[in-house]
């Protein structure tokens, strides 16, 4: 048996205990992710199958299934008018708040992951700092400015503050990915003839969309869920959103349990449905901006 056998013998052990504790995940791994899934799930069910149920079967058998299954809680709240009427208020406000905000993003994290100017750190610690800020700590000097701006009772009065408070996250996602933009692309582009805003355009847009597709997908998700700045902001029944339209529906129907809970199964289920069809490129954007 020769010196290099017996050094090979040696290492197969090790190299197999390695490739165990990096890859392998044991029983309990996956025992405490069913379980947090569960308690995740949980609620959300509860709320989906309650809607089909009468208030009679909640109360005498609150975790029970339907039996028999009462589709008209969900017939009634589709065909409530205020419903919809809340749930295009809520779309306009997450798409416009997420294109806001990407666009706007997209082009200040280009200014920063790709020049370099005085104070440029300093500015990027600025937005990073406003991760620390938010708004519920603003929310009374906030209201004061949207009064006096005239947009109290008006979507803007909503959509602008979401503007500002989504962007540092937004930017601290984005810079990494421009950075790691290599500058022989730009070089090349410029030596095409391509202009900044033809490099821009033709090659950071196509190269960051991962990042620019996990942003607008963390925006619209936390737009369309905001709650405290519409409850401020939006006094008028016909200018509310999901968040506040599902208030508005639990009080005025505080003693049908089921309806309340089908009308709130399916205020939640466009953001659920948007972020489970979109999941897969959340984490990629995020695993993408960590290596940049």
Do not use: C
Not at 122 to 139: C, D, H, K, Q, R
Not at 153 to 159: F, M, P, Q, T
């Amino acid at each position: 048996m020769t010196a290099s056998t017996i050094q090979l013998q040696t290492h197969r052990p090790r190299s197999r205990a390695t490739s165990k504790a990096r890859g392998g995940a044991g029983p309990a791994t996956y025992f405490v992710a069913l379980v947090l899934v569960g308690l995740l799930l949980v609620p959300v069910v509860y709320i989906i199958l309650g809607g089909f149920r009468t208030n009679s079967q909640i109360t005498t058998d609150p975790a029970g299934l339907p039996s028999p299954w009462k589709v008209s809680n969900y017939v009634d709240v589709l065909a409530n008018g205020t419903f919809w009427r809340e749930v295009a208020n809520s779309t306009v406000v997450a798409l416009v708040t997420s294109a806001a905000v990407v666009g706007a993003g997209l082009m200040v994290s280009f200014v920063l992951a790709r020049y370099s100017f005085r104070g440029r750190g300093a500015l990027y610690a600025l937005f990073a700092a406003g991760l620390m800020f938010p708004v519920t700590v603003a929310i009374t000097p906030l209201y004061i400015v949207v009064r006096d701006l005239g947009l109290v009772n008006h979507l803007a009065g909503v959509i602008l503050p979401q503007i500002g408070f989504a962007l540092p996250t937004t930017i601290i996602i984005l810079v990494p990915f421009l950075r790691a933009i290599p500058e022989e692309i730009e070089e090349a582009a410029s030596i095409d003839g391509a202009g900044k805003l033809g490099f821009f355009f033709r090659m950071v847009l196509p190269l960051s969309l991962p990042g620019v597709i996990t942003t607008g997908i963390l925006v619209f998700v936390g737009s369309w869920n905001s709650y405290l700045l519409p409850l401020f902001i939006l006094n008028d029944e016909g200018s509310f959103t999901l968040p506040l339209g599902v208030q508005a529906f639990s009080s005025q129907y505080s003693t049908d349990t089921a309806k309340v809970l089908a009308f709130t199964s399916l205020s939640m289920l466009p953001a659920l449905i948007f972020f489970s069809l979109f999941e897969r490129r959340i984490v990629g954007g995020l695993q993408g901006a960590v290596k940049g």
